[in-house]
């Protein structure tokens, strides 16, 4: 017997209010969502290229902690894409908050990051 397989994954984001971060992975990011769930709305799945980000509002005075504030230069999450020069320059073009610029690094991937509404650090990388 074969073992079962995972087949994809949804990194899950805590934000201080999800319909403005939804609009913003949306406007600026090119995500897109159907709906949100909720009333108020307190979650939502966001969808890019076949890959999934779940967003979900923290409670009212519950302070966010971004990854890099704890451990520098660790990311929330991390997306491998296949053309890293040309996300840049369309997240670029889309007005993104970028965190560190599109480059070379020395384990062997072209990367760069972006930060959101509530500071998450997101990063796109292609291998080299």
Not at 29 to 36: A, E, K, M, P, T
Not at 86 to 109: H, S
């Amino acid at each position: 017997m074969n073992p079962a397989r995972l087949t994809s994954s949804a990194p899950v984001l805590l934000v201080r209010d999800v319909v403005a971060a939804a609009n913003h992975y949306r406007d600026v990011l090119g995500f897109s969502y159907d709906r949100f769930w909720g009333e108020p709305p307190n979650f939502v799945i966001l969808r890019r290229d076949g890959l999934h980000l779940m967003l979900s509002q923290a409670p009212h005075g519950t302070t966010l902690t971004p990854h890099w504030q704890v451990n520098r230069g660790i990311w929330n999450v991390y997306f491998w894409v296949d053309d890293v020069d040309a996300l840049f320059a369309e997240f670029t073009q889309r007005g993104a908050k970028i965190d560190y610029g599109l480059g070379n690094k020395p384990y062997n991937v072209r990367e760069f990051g972006i930060q959101d509404l509530d500071g998450h650090d997101i990063a796109f990388g292609q291998p080299r």
